[in-house]
């Protein structure tokens, strides 16, 4: 089920600052990293913990830094399943 804008809000206020909401149906972050191996390193646990919830984040991978988007794409926008990813992918160490 979509979030509506005060859940969304709510939901926000659960993780770091870091996270932003992105033309109201993106959950994103940008990670930086020292060097494009621990970028990548970063990219295969992002892809296990994905994998382990059957919800997937549109990635995108460059020299030390990768930008994590969540929607859910069946639905047009963000539900409970995209902050449940977004907490999984914190619990990963950088």
Same mark, same amino acid.
């Given at each position: 089920?979509?979030?509506? %804008?005060?859940? /969304? $809000? $709510?939901?926000?206020?659960k !993780?770091? @600052?870091?996270?932003?909401?992105?033309?109201?149906?993106?959950l994103?972050?940008?990670? @930086?990293? &020292?060097?494009?191996k =621990?970028?990548?390193?970063?990219?295969?646990?992002v892809?296990?913990?994905? %994998?382990?919830?059957?919800?997937?984040? &549109?990635?995108? !991978? =460059?020299w030390? $830094?990768?930008v994590? &988007?969540? *929607? *859910?794409?069946? %639905?047009?926008?963000? *539900? %409970?399943? &995209?902050? $449940?990813?977004?907490?999984? /992918?914190? *619990?990963i160490g950088?």
């Amino acid at each position: 089920m979509l979030l509506n %804008e005060k859940q /969304i $809000k $709510k939901q926000l206020g659960k !993780l770091p @600052v870091e996270w932003i909401v992105v033309g109201g149906n993106i959950l994103e972050k940008v990670f @930086v990293f &020292d060097d494009f191996k =621990s970028a990548v390193g970063f990219v295969v646990l992002v892809g296990e913990e994905a %994998e382990a919830i059957n919800h997937h984040p &549109d990635v995108t !991978l =460059s020299w030390g $830094k990768v930008v994590i &988007d969540i *929607t *859910t794409h069946k %639905e047009s926008g963000l *539900t %409970e399943k &995209d902050f $449940k990813l977004a907490k999984q /992918i914190e *619990t990963i160490g950088i």
